[in-house]
């Protein structure tokens, strides 16, 4: 072979290698790329994971929770028995207890002691009413003093408003007879002196938090019934302890 075809031939072969390094060095750049593309998809889809994660929490899980490490730390919370033995554990899971819960318990309690005539309980759109109708067994006719009765059955219902944390609202009802004495001008004064005095009793005795509390006297203008008769006069005679709804109570709360 002539010194020209070996110097073509060499020249040919350089080039071709040349070629294949080029081939070489670019799959390798491609490849670098995709594992790079490939890690930041890996990255992207555990942030999703992590998002999607994040806007599903379970609320009663959170409060588990919050509740377990609180206890930790001797806090109202207390749910378990920490080392310092707890803040009244049990008294204060009872106070957690939901309007319907105490409801149910209430009318139970009504139904075992046959107090039907003398306390209702029922629920409206402002929270659990417990109904005193304030007749003669409760208050004499005219006056704003209780019986030792009326106290005996606040003291009964107290446990029941200790329940639940809502603020409390006590309305007094008359019927339409028109009153004026010295003590009671109207039957204003009358119905605000007999919530007063339910407010002071529960206060004083059976050791409600007073800030919780309110009186209202609604005299003869809020009846259940008509006044027609002897028993719907009864029915609108009567106290109201009204354990307020919450949206109510964040209302009327201390601001």
């Given at each position: 072979m002539s010194q020209a075809a070996k110097t073509a031939a060499r020249a040919a072969e350089s080039k071709f290698r040349k070629k294949n390094e080029e081939q070489k060095l670019e799959t390798a750049g491609m490849m670098r790329w995709l594992l790079t593309y490939a890690d930041m998809i890996t990255l992207m889809l555990a942030l999703f994971i992590i998002l999607f994660a994040m806007s599903?929490?379970?609320?009663?899980?959170?409060?588990?929770?919050a509740k377990q490490v609180s206890a930790g730390f001797d806090n109202?919370?207390?749910?378990?028995?920490?080392?310092?033995?707890?803040?009244?554990?049990a008294l204060q899971q009872n106070a957690n207890a939901t309007v319907p819960q105490i409801e149910q318990q209430l009318k139970k309690f009504v139904q075992k002691n046959k107090l039907q005539?003398?306390?209702?309980?029922?629920?409206?759109?402002?929270?659990?009413v417990v109904t005193l109708l304030s007749d003669k067994s409760f208050y004499d006719s005219g006056s704003a003093q209780m019986r030792p009765e009326t106290q005996k059955l606040l003291d009964q219902i107290a446990p029941f408003l200790k329940k639940n944390q809502n603020l409390i609202r006590v309305e007094g009802n008359t019927d339409n007879v028109p009153i004026r004495t010295s003590i009671y001008p109207s039957n204003w004064e009358l119905s605000a002196a007999r919530a007063v005095n339910v407010v002071r009793y529960l206060q004083e005795h059976d050791g409600i938090n007073p800030t919780r509390m309110s009186a209202a006297g609604n005299g003869k203008y809020h009846p259940r019934t008509g006044n027609d008769s002897a028993q719907t006069m009864q029915q609108n005679?009567?106290?109201?302890?009204?354990?307020?709804?919450?949206?109510?109570?964040?209302?009327?709360?201390?601001?």
């Open positions: 599903t929490i379970s609320r009663v899980k959170v409060q588990a929770f109202v919370w207390t749910v378990n028995q920490p080392p310092s033995g707890g803040a009244n554990g005539n003398r306390l209702q309980v029922h629920v409206d759109h402002r929270g659990l005679r009567r106290v109201d302890i009204i354990l307020l709804n919450a949206n109510l109570s964040q209302l009327e709360g201390p601001q």
